[in-house]
C-alpha cells in the first residue's frame, strides 16, 4: 500500500447464499483507490460492480457472506470493524450518491431535515446545521437554497433531485465518495451536467471519488483510472486513457466495441458478444470469460490466467503472458476483434416514392390539468396542456423512424394516440390511407393485427404467471387464430427471434434480459404487423446484448419488409437504426430528418444539445465542463411563450421570445423550427 | 385543504342519509307495530291511531323518513317510546361509556401490535417474529365475543380479580376503570394481531427502500432508522386500518356491552332493535355512523398531514 492509496481492496471474494446454492458473486477482487483522483468501475450487470461499492460500506444484503480478502481504509481494515466503528466512518469519511434519486430520498421528510439527519454526529446548533445544508445545496447549484431547503423530494424535478442527493453525500466533506449509477436515472442533458458537477467538486473538496457504471462515455470523462470487471472478477484495470486506448483484456476490448457511441462506420449490424454470463453458481477452473471469448484457446478454460501487470494497472489474460502469450494481441484499436453478427450488412429497403404506411399530420394531444368546476372558479379559460402540439410525421413502408426526446418531451403520448391508446385533439393519423384517428375499438381491432406494439419494461409487460409459449401466442389467441396450430406458431416465432425452443417452457422470471426482449419482440411479430411501434427497445439492456436485439430487429425489417417507429432517449443507437430521426422537444417535433444529416450537422439548438449531451467513450475527447446546456425540460404548464427552447437556448435572441418558429425545410425531407438555425437553409420554404 | 374538507363532509353527510335510509327501509319491513308495541296489547285503535298520527306513523316511509331528517338536523331525534325521554339525552347518557370502552380497547391494541409488529420486521426469522406472528393469527382468528365470555370466566369467576358486571359506580373512578379493563381487553385483542401484522408487512417493505439504504449509508443510528424514517413511512396505512377498524370496534363493542351488562351505545341499540323502539335505534345508528365517518376522516386527515405527496394532492 503506497503513500498515496486511499482505499486498497485485497483478494475480496464474497459469496451469496441462495436457493440454488451459493452464488460466488465476487471472487479475488484486488485494487487501489488512489487519494484524490477519481475511479470507475465498469461492468455489465451480474458483473459485482456495485456489491464492490456495498462491500465498501458494509451494506450487504443479508445473505452475503465475505470468504476472504480485506479492504483497507485510513490504516484500518472495514471488513474486520465493528457496526458501530463502521457507522462512524459512513457519512462522515466515506458517502455515496445514488443511482435513482426518484427512491433513495426519503418522500416523507424535508431536505432541511434529511440534511441535519446526516450531521447529527457534529456538535452544531439547529441553526448551524441548516446553514451548511444551505450552503451545501447552492454549491450544487440549487437556485433559492435558503427557502427550497424546506423543500419534499417530491416538489424536485429528477435533475435537481440528483443535484441535492449529491449535496446529501458532501455535507459531511466526505474524504471518499461513493458514486452508485449517478446518472442512469436522469437525461442526457441532466448526465451533462452532473458529470461537470461531481468533477467541480472533486477539485474544491478534494475528494477521492469511486464512481460505479455501465456507460463508457461517463467512465471515459469523468475517471482518472478504471477497472473492468466481468462476472464477478477483475479483468483489468489502468488508467483511463490505458484502459480505452490500449485494452489489453479481450473482454474491455470487446465491450469497448460493442459500444454504439464509438463505432463510426453507419450500418445496421452492430457487434455483439455472442453468449450469456456463466452461471457464478459454479464458475470455470479456468478463465471467466473464456465461454464467449473470440480469441479462446482450449486452456483458457481449465488454466486460471496469468495476472499481467503494465505501467498503470493489470490485466488477466493468457494472450498477455505465458507459454500462451501471442505477441500480435492486442492488435491496433482500428482492428476489430468482435465479429459483426452473421450476414451481410442490410440495403436499405425505403421506397422513398411510396405512400407513407403511417401518416400523421398537426396531431394535437391535450391533458385536462384541472376539473371543469374548479377551472371555471378560479377563471382559467384553457383548463389544458398541450403534451403533443401539430405533430406531423409520415413513416413509409419499410423504414426505420426514430422519435427521440427527454423525459416529458411526449413521445411516449404520441406512439399511444398512433395506437389509438389515447385521445387526440386534433388532426389526422393515416394508416395506409386509412383515417384511424379516433376509430372505435371494435373498428380498429382488426387494424391492430399490421400495427404492434413493443413495450418498454420487457419483463414487467408479460404476465408472470404465463409460460414464453403462451406469451408468444397470445396475440394470435386474442385476434382469433382459427385453424392455427398454435405449438406450431410458438416454434415458428421462436426461431424467428432467435429463441431456443426450449425456452417455450420458461416464465418470464427464468429469462435474461435480452432473452424476455426476444420475446415482446415475438410478440410483437406474432401477427404479421406492417409497422411495430417500439418504446425504448434496448433501454435497460448491457451494451453487448443490445446489439443483438437491433441486430435481430434489422434482419427481421430485411426480411419481412416492416417499418418500425422507434421511440427512445438514446442517440448513439438510434444512429445506427434509424433512417429518419424526428427530435421532440415539449411535445413539438424541432427538427427532422435524416439521421445521418441530423447527427453531422444538426439545424436546432437543441438537437445539437442532445447529440453534444452524449458523453464520448474516449478520454482524449473529454467536453469542457460548462459545455453542457442549462436547466431542465420546463414542465408543460409553464410552456415557454415564443420558442419552447427559449429557456434554455444558448443561441436565444429577442425574436425567439416573440412567436413560436414555424417548420421550415433546409433539405426536402430535413426541417426544423428554429428561427436562428445553426445550418444555413438555402432557400426559405415555409411548410403549412 | 378547505376544499378538500368541505368535500369529504359534503360526503358523509350523503353516507350518513343513505345509512338512514337503509335503516328505515329495513326497519318497516320487519314485522312489529311500533305503536301496539308502545301501548301494549291492550290499547284501543283510537288509542293507536292517536298514537300513530303523534308519530307520523300513518305517513308513507318516506314522508316519515324526511321528518325524522328535519328534526334530526334540529338536534331532535324524537322520543324513547317507552319513557317518552328525547332520544338525544338517552344516547347522551350511554355515549359516553362506549366511547371509553371503544377508545381504550383501540389504544392499548395500537400501543401493543404496532411496537410489536416493528420489532418482528426489524427482526424477520428471529424467535420474537414466529412468536407475533403465530400470536396474531391466533388473536384475529378468535372472536371477540368469545374471548369477552372468556376472560369473563376466568378473571372475574374464576380468579376474582376484576369485576364481572356493569360500568362501575358513577363518580368512582377507579372503579370505573376496573369495570373498563376487561371488555377493553376482549375488543381490542384481535387489534393486536391485526396491527402487528400489517405494521410487520409495511414495516418490511419500506426497510428494503432505497432512502432506507440511503440512510444506512450516511450511517443515522438504527433506532433512528427504523422510527423516524421506515416507521414513518410504514404507519401511513396502519392508520387508515385503525380508522377503518373503529368501525368494526362498534359491533364488537355491541357483544362486549352485553356480555359484560355495560349501559353504553351497542346495548341500547341492541335493546331498542329487540323492543322495535325505532327512535333510540334510529338515533343510536346515527351517532355510530356519524362517529365512525369523523374516524376516518381524521384518519385522511392524518395521513396527509404526516405525508407531504398526499398533502399537495388536496
Same mark, same amino acid.
Given at each position: 500500500?503506497?503513500?498515496?492509496?486511499?482505499?486498497?481492496?485485497?483478494? +475480496?471474494?464474497? #459469496?451469496?447464499?441462495? /436457493?440454488?446454492?451459493?452464488?460466488? %458473486?465476487?471472487?479475488?477482487?484486488?485494487?487501489?483507490?488512489?487519494?484524490?483522483?477519481?475511479?470507475?468501475?465498469?461492468? @455489465?450487470?451480474?458483473?459485482?460492480?456495485?456489491?464492490?461499492?456495498?462491500?465498501?460500506?458494509?451494506?450487504?444484503?443479508?445473505? =452475503?457472506?465475505?470468504?476472504?480478502?480485506?479492504?483497507?481504509?485510513?490504516?484500518?481494515?472495514?471488513?474486520?470493524?465493528?457496526?458501530?466503528?463502521?457507522?462512524?466512518?459512513?457519512?462522515?469519511?466515506?458517502?455515496?450518491?445514488?443511482? #435513482?434519486?426518484?427512491?433513495?430520498?426519503?418522500?416523507?421528510?424535508?431536505?432541511?431535515?434529511?440534511?441535519?439527519?446526516?450531521?447529527?454526529?457534529?456538535?452544531?446548533? &439547529? /441553526?448551524?446545521?441548516?446553514?451548511?445544508?444551505?450552503?451545501?445545496?447552492?454549491?450544487?447549484?440549487?437556485? &433559492?437554497?435558503?427557502?427550497?431547503?424546506? %423543500?419534499?423530494?417530491? *416538489?424536485?424535478?429528477?435533475?435537481?433531485?440528483?443535484?441535492?442527493?449529491?449535496?446529501?453525500?458532501?455535507?459531511?466533506?466526505?474524504?471518499? +465518495?461513493?458514486?452508485? $449509477?449517478?446518472?442512469? %436515472?436522469?437525461?442526457?442533458?441532466? @448526465?451533462?451536467?452532473?458529470?461537470?458537477?461531481?468533477?467541480?467538486?472533486?477539485? &474544491?473538496? $478534494?475528494?477521492?471519488?469511486?464512481?460505479?457504471?455501465? /456507460?463508457?462515455?461517463?467512465?471515459?470523462?469523468?475517471?482518472?483510472?478504471?477497472?473492468?470487471?466481468?462476472?464477478?472478477?477483475?479483468? $483489468?484495470?489502468?488508467?483511463?486513457? #490505458?484502459?480505452?486506448?490500449?485494452?489489453?483484456?479481450?473482454?474491455?476490448? =470487446?465491450?469497448?466495441?460493442?459500444?454504439?457511441?464509438?463505432?463510426? &462506420?453507419?450500418?445496421?449490424?452492430?457487434?455483439?458478444?455472442?453468449? #450469456?454470463?456463466?452461471?457464478?453458481?459454479?464458475?470455470?477452473?479456468?478463465?471467466?470469460?473464456?465461454?464467449?471469448?473470440?480469441?479462446?484457446?482450449?486452456?483458457?478454460?481449465?488454466?486460471?490466467?496469468?495476472?499481467?501487470?503494465?505501467?498503470?494497472?493489470?490485466?488477466?489474460?493468457?494472450?498477455?503472458?505465458? !507459454?500462451?502469450?501471442?505477441?500480435?494481441?492486442? !492488435?491496433?484499436?482500428?482492428?476489430?476483434?468482435?465479429?459483426?453478427?452473421?450476414? *451481410?450488412?442490410?440495403?436499405?429497403?425505403?421506397?422513398?416514392?411510396?405512400?407513407?404506411?403511417?401518416?400523421?399530420?398537426?396531431?394535437?394531444?391535450?391533458?385536462?390539468?384541472?376539473?371543469?368546476?374548479?377551472?371555471?372558479?378560479?377563471?382559467?379559460?384553457?383548463?389544458?396542456?398541450?403534451?403533443?402540439?401539430?405533430?406531423?410525421?409520415?413513416?413509409?413502408?419499410?423504414?426505420?423512424?426514430?422519435?427521440?426526446?427527454?423525459?416529458?418531451?411526449?413521445?411516449?403520448?404520441?406512439?399511444?394516440?398512433?395506437?389509438?391508446?389515447?385521445? =387526440?385533439?386534433?388532426?389526422?393519423?393515416?394508416?395506409?390511407g386509412k383515417d384511424i384517428l379516433g376509430m372505435k375499438e371494435s373498428r380498429f381491432k382488426p387494424l391492430r393485427r399490421d400495427m404492434a406494439m413493443m413495450f418498454q419494461d420487457p419483463v414487467g409487460s408479460l404476465s408472470p404467471r404465463k409460460s414464453v409459449r403462451a406469451l408468444i401466442t397470445e396475440p394470435l389467441v386474442i385476434h382469433g387464430a382459427e385453424g392455427r396450430n398454435l405449438d406450431t406458431e410458438a416454434e415458428r416465432l421462436a426461431d424467428m427471434v432467435r429463441l431456443p425452443r426450449g425456452f417455450l417452457a420458461r416464465y418470464p422470471h427464468e429469462l435474461s434480459g435480452g432473452q424476455a426482449r426476444r420475446v415482446g419482440v415475438a410478440r410483437a411479430l406474432a401477427l404479421n404487423p406492417r409497422l411495430i411501434v417500439a418504446d425504448e427497445p434496448t433501454a435497460g439492456l448491457d451494451v453487448s446484448v443490445q446489439g443483438e436485439i437491433l441486430n435481430l430487429m434489422a434482419d427481421l425489417q430485411a426480411e419481412h419488409g416492416l417499418s418500425y417507429l422507434i421511440i427512445t432517449h438514446n442517440l448513439p443507437v438510434v444512429r445506427h437504426i434509424a433512417d429518419r430521426i424526428a427530435i421532440m422537444y415539449l411535445g413539438r417535433i424541432v427538427e427532422e430528418g435524416p439521421a445521418a444529416e441530423v447527427f453531422a450537422a444538426p439545424a436546432h439548438p437543441y438537437t445539437r444539445a442532445l447529440v453534444d449531451g452524449v458523453p464520448q467513450p474516449d478520454p482524449d475527447r473529454r467536453r469542457p465542463p460548462a459545455a453542457a446546456i442549462e436547466g431542465e425540460v420546463p414542465s408543460l404548464l409553464r410552456r415557454p411563450t415564443g420558442c419552447d427552447f427559449v429557456s434554455r437556448c444558448p443561441l436565444a435572441r429577442e425574436e425567439c421570445r416573440m412567436a413560436k418558429p414555424a417548420h421550415r425545410n433546409i433539405a426536402p425531407d430535413h426541417r426544423h423550427a428554429c428561427l436562428f438555425p445553426l445550418r444555413k437553409t438555402p432557400e426559405l420554404t415555409e411548410t403549412a | 385543504m378547505l376544499n378538500y374538507l368541505l368535500k369529504r363532509l359534503g360526503l358523509a353527510a350523503l353516507v350518513v342519509m343513505a345509512v338512514l335510509l337503509l335503516l328505515f327501509s329495513m326497519l318497516h319491513m320487519i314485522p312489529g307495530n311500533p305503536a301496539i308495541l308502545a301501548l301494549g296489547t291492550r290499547a284501543t285503535p283510537e288509542a293507536i291511531a292517536a298514537y300513530s298520527e303523534r308519530m307520523h306513523l300513518d305517513e308513507p316511509v318516506l314522508t316519515q323518513f324526511i321528518f325524522f331528517l328535519g328534526n334530526a338536523v334540529q338536534g331532535d331525534l324524537g322520543n324513547d317510546v317507552f319513557s317518552n325521554r328525547p332520544v338525544t339525552a338517552v344516547i347522551g347518557e350511554r355515549i359516553g361509556f362506549t366511547l371509553a370502552l371503544i377508545c381504550t380497547g383501540m389504544g392499548w391494541a395500537v400501543l401493543l401490535g404496532v411496537p410489536l409488529g416493528c420489532l418482528a420486521a426489524v427482526r424477520p426469522g428471529t424467535w420474537i417474529d414466529r412468536i407475533t406472528g403465530v400470536f396474531s393469527v391466533g388473536m384475529i382468528a378468535v372472536p371477540s365475543f368469545l374471548v369477552s365470555i372468556w376472560a369473563l370466566l376466568l378473571f372475574s369467576l374464576h380468579l376474582r380479580w376484576l369485576p364481572a358486571i356493569g360500568a362501575g359506580e358513577p363518580g368512582d373512578l377507579s372503579d370505573q376503570l376496573s369495570h373498563l379493563i376487561l371488555p377493553a381487553f376482549a375488543i381490542g385483542l384481535g387489534w393486536v394481531g391485526y396491527l402487528a401484522r400489517m405494521v410487520r408487512a409495511s414495516m418490511l417493505e419500506v426497510m428494503g427502500e432505497p432512502y432506507i439504504r440511503s440512510a444506512r449509508a450516511f450511517g443515522l443510528k438504527p433506532r433512528r432508522i427504523v422510527l423516524g424514517y421506515a416507521l414513518r413511512v410504514a404507519i401511513l396505512p396502519t392508520i387508515t386500518l385503525i380508522g377503518m377498524g373503529f368501525g368494526g370496534l362498534i359491533s364488537s363493542a355491541v357483544f362486549a356491552e352485553i356480555i359484560f351488562s355495560r349501559p353504553g351505545v351497542g346495548k341500547m341499540i341492541f335493546d331498542a332493535v329487540s323492543d322495535r323502539n325505532f327512535p333510540i335505534v334510529q338515533g343510536g345508528v346515527l351517532v355510530a355512523t356519524g362517529f365512525y365517518i369523523l374516524v376516518v376522516l381524521f384518519s385522511d386527515l392524518l395521513i396527509a398531514w404526516l405525508d407531504p405527496r398526499v398533502r399537495a394532492s388536496l
Open positions: 500500500m503506497t503513500d498515496d492509496t486511499l482505499l486498497n481492496i485485497d483478494g +475480496l471474494t464474497l #459469496d451469496f447464499r441462495t /436457493n440454488r446454492g451459493r452464488v460466488k %458473486a465476487l471472487r479475488d477482487i484486488s485494487f487501489p483507490v488512489r487519494k484524490g483522483r477519481i475511479l470507475g468501475i465498469v461492468g @455489465e450487470s451480474g458483473s459485482g460492480k456495485s456489491t464492490v461499492l456495498w462491500s465498501i460500506l458494509g451494506l450487504l444484503a443479508g445473505n =452475503a457472506e465475505v470468504m476472504a480478502g480485506r479492504i483497507d481504509f485510513e490504516g484500518r481494515d472495514l471488513l474486520k470493524l465493528t457496526p458501530e466503528a463502521l457507522r462512524a466512518i459512513r457519512g462522515e469519511q466515506i458517502s455515496v450518491v445514488f443511482q #435513482d434519486p426518484m427512491t433513495s430520498q426519503i418522500p416523507v421528510l424535508p431536505y432541511a431535515r434529511q440534511m441535519s439527519d446526516i450531521l447529527y454526529r457534529r456538535t452544531m446548533s &439547529d /441553526n448551524e446545521k441548516r446553514k451548511a445544508a444551505v450552503e451545501m445545496l447552492r454549491r450544487v447549484g440549487i437556485p &433559492d437554497s435558503d427557502s427550497r431547503v424546506d %423543500a419534499y423530494p417530491h *416538489e424536485f424535478s429528477g435533475g435537481m433531485r440528483q443535484r441535492a442527493g449529491i449535496a446529501m453525500s458532501m455535507l459531511t466533506g466526505p474524504n471518499l +465518495l461513493l458514486a452508485d $449509477e449517478p446518472t442512469t %436515472a436522469l437525461d442526457v442533458t441532466m @448526465e451533462a451536467q452532473m458529470i461537470g458537477l461531481m468533477r467541480g467538486l472533486r477539485e &474544491d473538496f $478534494e475528494t477521492t471519488i469511486v464512481v460505479v457504471s455501465h /456507460n463508457l462515455g461517463l467512465i471515459a470523462e469523468m475517471c482518472d483510472d478504471v477497472v473492468v470487471m466481468y462476472a464477478g472478477e477483475v479483468v $483489468e484495470t489502468g488508467e483511463v486513457h #490505458d484502459i480505452f486506448h490500449n485494452a489489453r483484456h479481450p473482454y474491455t476490448r =470487446a465491450l469497448l466495441e460493442c459500444d454504439p457511441a464509438r463505432i463510426a &462506420d453507419v450500418s445496421r449490424k452492430l457487434p455483439v458478444i455472442p453468449g #450469456d454470463i456463466p452461471d457464478l453458481t459454479r464458475p470455470l477452473p479456468g478463465c471467466i470469460f473464456a465461454t464467449r471469448c473470440q480469441r479462446v484457446m482450449p486452456e483458457c478454460s481449465s488454466l486460471a490466467p496469468p495476472l499481467v501487470p503494465r505501467g498503470t494497472g493489470v490485466a488477466r489474460c493468457h494472450l498477455l503472458d505465458g !507459454p500462451l502469450a501471442d505477441p500480435a494481441w492486442p !492488435p491496433p484499436p482500428e482492428v476489430p476483434t468482435v465479429a459483426r453478427d452473421a450476414g *451481410e450488412p442490410v440495403p436499405p429497403q425505403v421506397r422513398r416514392t411510396a405512400e407513407p404506411l403511417l401518416d400523421v399530420s398537426d396531431l394535437n394531444v391535450r391533458f385536462r390539468t384541472m376539473g371543469p368546476v374548479r377551472a371555471r372558479i378560479r377563471g382559467v379559460s384553457d383548463p389544458f396542456v398541450d403534451a403533443v402540439l401539430d405533430v406531423s410525421l409520415d413513416v413509409k413502408p419499410g423504414e426505420t423512424v426514430a422519435l427521440v426526446g427527454e423525459s416529458g418531451s411526449g413521445k411516449t403520448t404520441l406512439g399511444r394516440t398512433i395506437l389509438n391508446l389515447q385521445q =387526440a385533439a386534433g388532426g389526422v393519423v393515416r394508416f395506409e | -
